[in-house]
């Protein structure tokens, strides 16, 4: 079965750090553009950072310096690690896989562009 399941999603203090996880089944992530996007609540949808082999990783501005994407080849699974947290970061976060094989691109950003989704892992950054 083709599909995607986030997890380690929690409740930190501002300026600590986590890692979630997405494990990937019935593909191999390393054959796709791989995304992460968040949704605060009462919010649309946003990117903020995407991977594919042999490319640099892309992150959004408001990410970029605290949040590092990654993969694991042999468990199959991507990973976001989020330091220095700010509470504006608190939100459900995805990983999503892309409609089209061939790398990520700048459209990479985009949820539309995207069509396979996790069930999303909530985040909450609070004192």
């Known amino acids: 079965q083709v599909q995607l399941l986030e997890s380690g999603g929690d409740s930190v203090q501002p300026g600590g750090a986590l890692t979630i996880s997405c494990a990937a089944t019935?593909?191999?992530?390393?054959?796709?553009?791989m995304g992460w996007f968040r949704q605060a609540p009462g919010g649309q949808r946003e990117g903020i950072a995407n991977?594919?082999?042999?490319?640099?990783?892309r992150y959004a501005k408001s990410v970029e310096g605290r949040f590092t994407v990654s993969e694991d080849s042999a468990k199959n699974t991507l990973y976001l690690q989020m330091n220095n947290l700010k509470p504006e970061d608190t939100g459900m976060y995805f990983c999503?896989?892309?409609?089209?094989?061939?790398?990520?691109?700048?459209?990479?950003?985009?949820?539309?562009?995207?069509?396979?989704w996790g069930q999303g892992t909530q985040v909450t950054v609070s004192s």
């Open positions: 019935g593909f191999t992530l390393y054959d796709r553009c």
């Open positions: 999503a896989r892309d409609k089209y094989a061939g790398g990520c691109g700048t459209w990479a950003f985009q949820d539309y562009m995207f069509n396979l």
């Open positions: 991977i594919a082999y042999g490319q640099n990783p």
